[in-house]
């Protein structure tokens, strides 16, 4: 899979072409989230045989992944990287697709660059997205514990916990702090009436990081939102129930585009 040379460094991406997509549909853009990568996704939405009707595109944000350092410490500033992205590629409209810290990306995205965006999905995030003050702490003090807090909020006890601890830890400090900050000062609960496109908000049922009430604030203020939600699911919605969440992206992408 290819990088990209962007005017602040080389953004590593993974595209996978559908082969019965109808020609000219936007391609999915799949943002992570904090301290992620594009393994975050699960093949299920990575991979366009799953969802069949629209090419994929799956990002590792500057500092994350494959891609160059630095990472940004503001939203908006990880907005810009992903429409530089989509200038590279040539992606004159795309449908957005973040989950936590990247769906607030792409809501920034969504309200800067309106015409960009076909189609907005949104999993487990919100319109605001404060830190607790002794994780930002925490991670302003280079604390290795940092990455346990997570951990405890991104999944349930167990091998999955592990895997995940051992995925975050290869995020270096300096970028997690820097996520965490763009986070905590992210707020657009007054602007989100704004977005035009079609959205879709999905959210698991016991997500202690982002819980309901995120993802029904945003189906409520967003004009014509669709909202689903994953029984029994935690933060990693889309890992833990792949199948679920891909068919529910699949029968709104099918109604919008």
Do not use: N
Not at 69 to 95: E, Q
Not at 175 to 194: E, P, W
Not at 214 to 232: K, M, N, T, W
């Amino acid at each position: 899979m290819p990088y990209i040379a962007l005017p602040t460094g080389r953004v590593w991406y993974a595209a996978h072409t559908a082969k019965h997509a109808p020609q000219g549909r936007p391609p999915l853009m799949l943002v992570h989230g904090a301290g992620g990568s594009h393994l975050d996704w699960p093949g299920e939405l990575r991979q366009p045989h799953h969802i069949g009707i629209i090419d994929t595109l799956a990002l590792d944000l500057p500092g994350h992944g494959r891609s160059d350092p630095p990472g940004r410490d503001t939203i908006d500033a990880y907005a810009d990287d992903v429409r530089a992205l989509l200038d590279a590629l040539g992606v004159p409209r795309a449908v957005l697709c973040g989950h936590s810290m990247g769906g607030a990306v792409c809501q920034a995205l969504a309200l800067r660059w309106p015409a960009r965006v076909a189609a907005l999905i949104l999993i487990a995030t919100g319109a605001r997205l404060r830190v607790a003050p002794a994780l930002l702490e925490a991670v302003q003090a280079g604390d290795a514990s940092a990455y346990d807090a997570i951990v405890q909020g991104l999944w349930p006890p167990g091998a999955a916990r592990e895997r995940g601890r051992a995925r975050l830890a290869q995020t270096p400090i300096e970028v997690l702090r820097g996520d965490l900050l763009a986070c905590d000062a992210f707020d657009l609960m007054d602007r989100v009436q704004h977005i035009t496109a079609p959205a879709l908000v999905i959210g698991g049922s016991a997500d202690p990081m982002t819980p309901l009430k995120f993802g029904r604030y945003l189906a409520e203020h967003i004009p014509g939102a669709e909202r689903v939600v994953i029984e029994g699911a935690g933060h990693m919605v889309a890992l833990e129930q792949p199948a679920r969440v891909a068919a529910a992206v699949r029968s709104f992408l099918e109604r919008v585009l």
